[in-house]
């Protein structure tokens, strides 16, 4: 009986020791991923927990709003500089260019505010009021000389032709600008010489146009001739005659072509220096004449 007993206690016995056995009664394992194919990797939260995520957006708002700051207090710090502060202001004003101006008539023409932010000074303005006062001015060029000038460079106009009135000499440019009456005439600039009442011409051409014909041939003129060159006289369009020193004249037939007519006028000075007579009036043939 007693060995029947043991031999049926060792039966469970031994199933309990096989592989169910063996293996326990803890957690399940979980189950193999099939050949060929990879496990699923954990979301970046899971692998970086705690405040390294969502902790650095919080801190931009800080660093942001202290950058905006900074550009605020830059940009009123500037604006304080230009136009708040002693440093940047208007303390010395030049000019330089003249001729015949002077530098008290210019300056006392663009009125430049000393003493304003230098930043403020309008530059167009103070043009405006150099040319308009000052007729004789072609151009101007207004600069700021930081950290406290301004500067104006003025270009004067050039007379080519002198208009005689009540014994003073009206001037006029190569534009046919009237810009300015001296009492004395100017070395080197023609007086010109009007006489077109007797012209069958007079009636279609009246004095304007014929003076912009004088004014064409004048501005025309290579400098050495301009120079030597005492009167423009102008009988009708197609009839201008200079008068040149030493008493020589020039047909210059009407204001056409005057470019190449000046060319051919300063050839023929140099090849017949003598010559008392010069015609140009067709440039493609000039000629001279006596001695």
Known sequence: MAGGTTARRGTPFSDRSGPAAREGTGAPKPPKAPKGSKAPKPPKSAQRPGPGGPGVRLRRGPLLALVAAAVVLLAA???????????????????????????????????????????????????????????????????????????????????VLLIEKDAKFVEVDASGVRFDTVTKAPAGVPVLELNAGRSPSARRFDEERLLHEAVLVAGALPEPIAKQTVQ???????????????????????????????????????????????????????AAAGS
């Open 77 to 159: 710090g500037g604006t304080w500089v230009l136009y708040g502060s002693s440093w940047l202001r208007v303390e010395k004003v030049a000019a330089t260019g003249m001729d015949v101006l002077t530098a008290e008539q210019v300056l006392g023409a663009a009125a430049v505010p000393v003493g304003a932010p230098l930043v403020s000074v309008d530059t167009d303005e103070i043009e405006g009021r150099v040319r308009g006062r000052l007729p004789r001015v072609d151009s101007v060029d207004v600069v700021r000389a930081w950290p406290h000038g301004i500067g104006l460079k003025v270009t004067e106009r050039k007379p």
């Open 232 to 286: 423009v006289k102008v009988g009708s369009y197609d009839s201008v005659v200079l008068e040149l020193t030493g008493g020589r004249s020039v047909t210059w037939g009407s204001g056409e072509q005057s470019d190449a007519k000046g060319r051919a006028l300063n050839a023929l000075l140099k090849a017949a220096p003598k010559a008392a007579h010069f015609d140009v009036s067709v440039p493609t043939a000039p």
